[in-house]
Every structure is written in C-alpha cells, then in structure tokens.
C-alpha cells in the first residue's frame, strides 16, 4: 500500500451540521473512515465548536460509532478559535476537558489539540497508563516504547514510529 495512516476529519456528527455548515453530507464521510480502517491506521479529527457540535448527545454519538469500529481508533478534539466567517467565541478549556472524559470512557487514545495550555496531547499506554509519547508543543519525544512496544507492559501502542526514535 502506498498510505500508511490517514486522519479524517468527521466534522460533527449530525446531517444537519454537514448540510448547513459544509454543504455536504455525514454519511460519506464514515463511509470514508470505515474503508480507511479496514487497509492502514486512521485517526480522527474533531474541531470542537461551541453551541454547534459539543453536546454530550452528539460526542456520545461520535464515540460509540468510532468504538463500534474500534476502541484503538485515536480521537483528536481540536479547539476553535474565531476565524473568516465563523465569530463563535474560541472552545473553552472545560469543554474540550468534557468531551475527552466522555470519550475516554470507551476509546484508548483520546487528544486535545489547539490547547496547549493543556496537558493532553501525550500518549499513554492503555494498559498500565506507562507514558509513551511525549508531546509539547509541536516537539514529539519518544518515552516508553521498544519498538512500538509498551516498555512498562509490552501491549502493542499500535503507533508508528521512525526507526531513529528510540
């Protein structure tokens, strides 16, 4: 294959949503993210936009599908801030804090991105809670990991990692 990973971005998860915001439709768009998952490693884009896709209603809906794919499918929830033609006020702290405890209760790697006042970017083994990734910022160090091993454990971090970063 020539794709090793992808991230898609499943914007929100109503029609709705899709219709009005983006002209388009959801269910293309799973589509997408279920034939993807089936040949490389996927990983999933949400920007979190206040009043319009952060309901616990919807991110519960956005868990449980990717779950019902699999729970080691990584979840990114990206903060909004203000810009051309969107003037909601940027994703509060709290909100995106919410929305990944209520999808960490059913998938394995959940992040928070656009936040960097936040410490939830780093990956954790699943099992033994061993930190593997260390991310800041845009530097990424590798911690925990023989291989793409857990070095606390020795679970599979199901991660890519060069060969050089040991």
């Known amino acids: 294959p020539f794709i090793d990973a992808l991230n898609i971005d499943v914007k929100a998860f109503t029609d709705e949503y899709y219709r009005k915001t983006c002209g388009g439709k959801l269910e293309p768009v799973l589509k997408s993210v279920e034939l993807a998952q089936e040949s490389c490693h ?18 519960n809906a956005l868990v449980d599908w990717i779950a019902s794919l699999d729970p080691g499918i990584p979840l990114h929830f990206s903060r909004y801030f203000p810009q051309y033609q969107f003037d909601l006020p940027a994703t509060p702290l709290e909100t995106l804090a919410r929305v990944r405890e209520i999808a960490s209760s059913k998938l394995d790697f959940v992040y928070i991105g656009n936040a960097w006042d936040m410490d939830e970017a780093n990956t954790y083994c699943p099992e033994c809670s061993n930190l593997l990734i260390k991310r800041s910022g845009y530097g990424v160090e590798v911690k925990g990991l023989n291989g793409n091993k857990c070095r606390g454990c020795g679970r599979e971090a199901r991660v890519a990692v060069d060969s050089d970063s040991k």
């Open 42 to 59: 996927v990983e999933i884009t949400t920007l979190v936009v206040p009043g319009m896709n952060d309901s616990d209603q919807e991110i």
